[in-house]
């Protein structure tokens, strides 16, 4: 909005001209969505204590956990509505792929919301029942992957790109790019889910890799920069940058809430709505294997999960104390902050080396 104006006035004005610079756009919109989110926390998560939203604590867990029971919970809507806030603030509206991303990430927000509201506000343990939660990802999933595939207007969009192999460009039938976006948007986002476990665990790596794909969406929607790097060129995808930097502002905002001890939680509204996020983009600047590497914690965390109930279904035996796994570290001794901040090193360098790719082709 404060972009379209400012190109209606910059024939007029001296100075507006350095708003048609998305690098520009891009700071702005992390200062906006972090400011917001300063703003606007402390109000949001007094209305969530005054309502007792608060968490349900396992008592099979770590002991420390058991003092995080009544914490505010759902605050991942303040993530939403920072990061819609900023891009609707400093994006070109007129992109097509920025109401792609903003529209999933939003249904599957919506989602997490009810299953949130089910469990905290009408006290329904179970939420929303399972397979419903992956009916309903799976409608948009599968919504935003055809809309991608049947919009594109490029080969690229719809080719498979490897890191490392420059001569690799697969065009994928439909079925094969639908699966590949299906499986990125709806997996990513319980991978991240499954993360939100420890106080800032989840949110800060999502930041990471957020301003990582802001990186990769300028550098793919640049002709002169995808060409250089050897990377797809996809038109409008640099627009994406303003949307990654409101997420990776509104991220850090939300941190500042939920570091150690946390005040407030993320639920389900903020996990499942930042996954698919990371999922849609990822697939939209064609580096999903990178994305991989990139939000290594989330895969890592997922893997976890499924090699404990594996294991415990095929022997009997449990691999770890607990899944995921950074609850195994801590019933080993370490204390929550030293787990965070381990894995948050981890997320570091897992982005740094998702990086290093633009240059090793």
Same mark, same amino acid.
């Given at each position: 909005?404060?972009?379209?104006?400012?190109?209606?006035?910059?024939?007029?004005?001296?100075?507006?001209?350095?708003?048609?610079?998305?690098?520009?756009?891009?700071?702005?919109?992390?200062?906006?969505?972090? %400011?917001?989110?300063?703003?606007?926390?402390?109000?949001?998560?007094?209305?969530?204590?005054?309502?007792?939203?608060?968490?349900?604590?396992?008592?099979?867990?770590?002991?420390?956990?058991?003092?995080?029971?009544?914490?505010?919970?759902? %605050?991942?809507?303040? *993530?939403?509505?920072?990061?819609?806030?900023?891009?609707?603030?400093? &994006?070109?509206?007129?992109?097509?792929?920025?109401?792609?991303?903003?529209?999933?990430?939003?249904?599957?927000?919506?989602?997490?919301?009810?299953?949130?509201?089910?469990?905290?506000?009408?006290?329904?343990?179970? %939420?929303?029942?399972?397979?419903?939660?992956?009916?309903?990802?799976?409608?948009?999933?599968?919504?935003?992957?055809?809309?991608?595939?049947?919009?594109?207007?490029?080969?690229?969009?719809?080719?498979?790109?490897?890191?490392?192999?420059?001569?690799?460009?697969?065009?994928?039938?439909?079925?094969?790019?639908?699966?590949?976006?299906?499986?990125?948007?709806?997996?990513?986002?319980?991978?991240?889910?499954?993360?939100?476990?420890?106080?800032?665990?989840?949110?800060?790596?999502?930041?990471?890799?957020?301003?990582?794909?802001?990186?990769?969406?300028?550098?793919?929607?640049?002709?002169?920069?995808?060409?250089?790097?050897?990377?797809?060129?996809?038109?409008?995808?640099?627009?994406?940058?303003?949307?990654? &930097?409101?997420?990776?502002?509104?991220?850090?905002?939300?941190?500042?809430?939920?570091?150690?001890?946390?005040?407030?939680?993320?639920?389900?509204?903020?996990?499942?709505?930042?996954?698919?996020?990371?999922?849609?983009?990822?697939?939209?600047?064609?580096?999903?294997?990178?994305?991989?590497?990139?939000?290594?914690?989330?895969?890592?965390?997922?893997?976890?999960?499924?090699?404990?109930?594996?294991?415990?279904?095929?022997? %009997?035996?449990?691999?770890?104390?607990?899944?995921?796994?950074?609850?195994?570290?801590?019933?080993?001794?370490?204390?929550?902050?030293?787990?965070?901040?381990?894995?948050? *090193?981890?997320?570091?360098?897992?982005?740094?080396?998702?990086?290093?790719?633009?240059?090793?082709?």
């Amino acid at each position: 909005m404060l972009y379209w104006i400012t190109q209606q006035f910059a024939g007029r004005l001296t100075g507006l001209h350095v708003f048609s610079y998305l690098t520009f756009r891009a700071i702005l919109a992390t200062a906006s969505a972090l %400011g917001l989110s300063l703003i606007v926390g402390p109000p949001m998560i007094a209305r969530l204590s005054r309502y007792q939203i608060g968490q349900v604590v396992r008592d099979d867990g770590p002991p420390t956990h058991l003092l995080k029971a009544g914490t505010p919970t759902m %605050g991942g809507t303040l *993530i939403l509505v920072t990061t819609l806030v900023s891009t609707l603030l400093w &994006a070109e509206l007129s992109n097509r792929l920025v109401w792609t991303v903003l529209g999933v990430t939003f249904a599957f927000g919506l989602i997490g919301f009810y299953d949130d509201y089910l469990k905290l506000v009408v006290r329904n343990p179970r %939420g929303l029942a399972p397979r419903w939660k992956y009916f309903w990802q799976s409608v948009a999933g599968l919504a935003t992957a055809a809309t991608l595939y049947y919009t594109a207007t490029e080969p690229a969009q719809t080719t498979l790109f490897l890191p490392f192999v420059k001569t690799f460009h697969e065009p994928l039938t439909a079925f094969g790019f639908v699966l590949i976006t299906y499986l990125m948007i709806v997996g990513m986002s319980n991978a991240v889910n499954l993360t939100d476990g420890l106080d800032g665990l989840a949110v800060m790596p999502a930041a990471l890799v957020s301003a990582a794909l802001g990186i990769f969406a300028y550098a793919s929607g640049n002709a002169v920069f995808a060409r250089y790097l050897g990377i797809p060129d996809i038109h409008g995808a640099g627009e994406l940058l303003i949307f990654c &930097a409101s997420l990776a502002g509104a991220g850090l905002g939300f941190l500042w809430f939920n570091s150690y001890p946390a005040q407030v939680f993320m639920g389900d509204v903020g996990a499942l709505a930042i996954g698919a996020a990371i999922g849609v983009l990822a697939v939209i600047v064609r580096q999903e294997l990178v994305v991989l590497v990139m939000g290594g914690v989330f895969v890592l965390e997922t893997a976890s999960v499924i090699l404990q109930v594996a294991s415990f279904k095929l022997t %009997g035996r449990r691999i770890f104390r607990m899944a995921p796994i950074p609850h195994h570290f801590e019933l080993k001794g370490w204390a929550e902050p030293k787990v965070i901040v381990r894995f948050w *090193i981890i997320s570091l360098l897992l982005v740094l080396a998702g990086l290093a790719t633009l240059k090793l082709r």
